[in-house]
């Protein structure tokens, strides 16, 4: 989180063990591993892991997340303070994010998050009640423009109750009074529920075949599909000292280009050029037949079709 108080204090690695070790959660972990070519590919969401098992996410679940993912811990710490979405301390069991942006400040968003603070007696910077039930922070764009002024409610969306729900009807915005009542259904939560229910917000644990060459993945590399581009447009005409010019045209792609020339009633390779190379000289009689075959790192194209030497010019 972006805002700054006192120094919160940090759970040592035997208070959190317990509850990042299950089996359930290390299951998560390895499969989300699994489906990347390298372990650290898999940091965002195991911090993510991590901070839905706590709560928040301390050090030490930095820590524990950085070596999963075979990271430094600074490098693990630099990232989730990237993301704002990753909480470096306990909140309220309602975090209520109220979006500042350009779109929800012009539809109100400054008066809502003054009535806010003034309702819940707290800082919009990241205040916590009293009680434990709120936090309050006030955040940049939250992606529900077409809502503004929205906030956002631990992870749902919100601009007012409906049926007895949160809800955001569409173009319905966020005032005082939906606030009220937005804060009057939490605390009635609060009084049916003991604790929220848990919420697996990666979409709960599914097996894949894996990223091939990870660990435990049985994927393979999948073949090239695409056959390898010929060459196309292949010309000769003369120079003119009379040499015959052979041009053609090749896919960007194109690595090596193979020039074959007919000797009887084979194609033999004369020449490898550069995929780059554009024309080839040769000194040759009319009627000569030439084709190009193109090369790319899956293999080689089919030869092009045949183009003949023409007479030499003022013949």
């Known amino acids: ?53 706590l709560g928040w996410l301390p050090q030490e679940a930095i820590k524990w997340a950085a070596q999963k993912c075979q990271v430094s811990p600074v490098h693990a710490y630099g990232v989730s303070t990237f993301y704002t979405m990753y909480k470096k301390e306990p909140t309220g069991r309602f975090f209520v994010q109220i979006c500042q942006n350009v779109a929800c400040h012009i539809l109100g ?76 259904w939490c605390r009635d939560r609060a009084k049916s529920l003991s604790k929220e229910p848990n919420r697996d917000s990666l979409g709960g644990l599914f097996h894949t075949a894996g990223h091939p060459g990870a660990t435990g993945a049985t994927n393979q590399v999948q073949k090239a599909y695409s056959p390898v581009p010929p060459a196309l447009g292949v010309a000769a005409s003369r120079t003119d000292d009379g040499k015959v010019k052979l041009t053609w045209r090749v896919a960007p792609e194109v690595t090596a280009l193979h020039i074959e020339k007919k000797s009887g009633e084979e194609f033999t390779v004369v020449a490898s050029l550069s995929g780059k190379d554009k024309e080839w000289l040769d000194e040759a009689p009319q009627g000569t037949e030439y084709r190009v075959v193109t090369e790319t790192v899956l293999g080689r194209a089919k030869a092009s079709s045949p183009a003949t030497a023409p007479a030499a010019k003022g013949a």
């Open 1 to 53: 989180m972006s805002h700054c108080h006192t120094p919160v204090v940090q759970p040592g690695a035997s208070d959190l063990l317990p509850k990042l070790e299950t089996p359930e959660l290390l299951a998560r972990v390895e499969e989300l591993i699994r489906r990347y070519p390298v372990p650290r590919s898999a940091l965002l969401p195991v911090l993510w892991l991590a901070q839905e098992a």
């Open 109 to 184: 968003a400054e008066p809502v998050i003054a009535h806010a603070e003034k309702v819940l007696g707290i800082s919009s910077d990241g205040g916590t009640t009293s009680d434990n039930l709120f936090t309050l922070l006030r955040v940049e764009c939250l992606g529900a423009c077409g809502n503004g002024p929205v906030l956002q409610i631990n992870d749902d969306f919100a601009t007012d109750i409906v049926d007895g729900k949160l809800a955001m009807p569409v173009g319905v915005g966020l005032n005082a009074e939906r606030f009220d009542r937005i804060v009057a």
